[in-house]
Antibody, heavy 131, light 107 residues
Framework: QLQVQESGPGLVKPSETLSLTCTVS??????????WGWIRQPPGKGLESPGM??????????????YYNPSLKNRATISVDTSMEQFSLKLTSVTAADTAVYYC????????????????WGQGILVTVSS | DIQVTQSPSTLSAFVGDRVTIACRAS??????LAWYQQKPGRAPKLLIY???TLEDGVPSRFSGSGSGTEFTLTISSLQPDDFATYYC?????????FGGGTKVEIK
């Protein structure tokens, strides 16, 4: 069973860089595990609130090429280590608006083509931007 | 960017009810639409992809339909485990975009 886990600091100061890692384990090292994306979700107002909407940050291809959401104004960088078992996200010049639960999620490889919906998600990590 | 709009934002229903959630794209996305279910404190869970294909393990009471710009998610008989928030997502083109969500509450 594929396991996906985000890790990193839960608190980042304004204007600094948010750095997160996504670790994949428990699955075979097939190409189906080489396509990942990062999505974030501002926190809800309480335990019963599902949170606000989901925002796609960016995706990485097996080749290493990346696509980012233009709304982040070139602040995001996604990279992969050579073992293909860890993916990272860096987001520079953060503000309070970047406070969110950050998820890494697997894009789907089917019939030799990559589709940009997400079938496996990490549990998410809450990152708060505050001084 | 392709805008994705869901309606309603909140829906109250009884167990056993048939429930329909709508998703509209600002331009044609053919069938490149997915639906997710999210419960509080949990990651989204994939229910349907390519507008109408059920993900493995998802109960058959869930179904999706539509193409072009108009899509629907239907739960044929609402069960207690189905009270959650549902999101649609277009993957026709970057940037990927999600609907604002529909919260299904117990009536």
């Amino acid at each position: 069973q594929l396991q996906v886990q985000e890790s990193g600091p839960g608190l980042v100061k304004p204007s600094e860089t948010l750095s997160l890692t996504c670790t994949v384990s428990g699955g075979s090292n097939t190409r189906s595990n080489h396509y990942w994306g990062w999505i974030r979700q501002p926190p809800g107002k309480g335990l019963e609130s599902p949170g606000m909407g989901l925002e796609w940050i960016g995706s990485i291809f097996y080749s290493g090429s990346t696509y980012y959401n233009p709304s982040l104004k070139n602040r995001a960088t996604i990279s992969v280590d050579t073992s293909m078992e860890q993916f990272s996200l860096k987001l520079t010049s953060v503000t309070a608006a970047d406070t969110a639960v950050y998820y890494c999620a697997r894009r789907v490889l089917s019939g030799g083509r990559v589709y940009d919906y997400f079938d496996y998600w990490g549990q998410g990590i809450l990152v708060t931007v505050s001084s | 960017d392709i805008q994705v709009t869901q309606s309603p934002s909140t829906l109250s229903a009884f167990v056993g009810d048939r429930v329909t959630i709508a998703c509209r794209a600002s331009q044609s996305i053919t069938s490149w639409l997915a639906w997710y279910q999210q419960k509080p404190g949990r990651a989204p869970k994939l229910l349907i992809y390519q507008a109408s294909t059920l993900e493995d393990g998802v109960p058959s009471r869930f179904s999706g339909s539509g193409s072009g710009t108009e899509f629907t998610l239907t739960i044929s008989s609402l069960q207690p485990d189905d009270f959650a928030t549902y999101y649609c997502q277009q993957y026709n083109s970057f940037p990927l975009t999600f609907g604002g969500g529909t919260k299904v509450e117990i009536k």
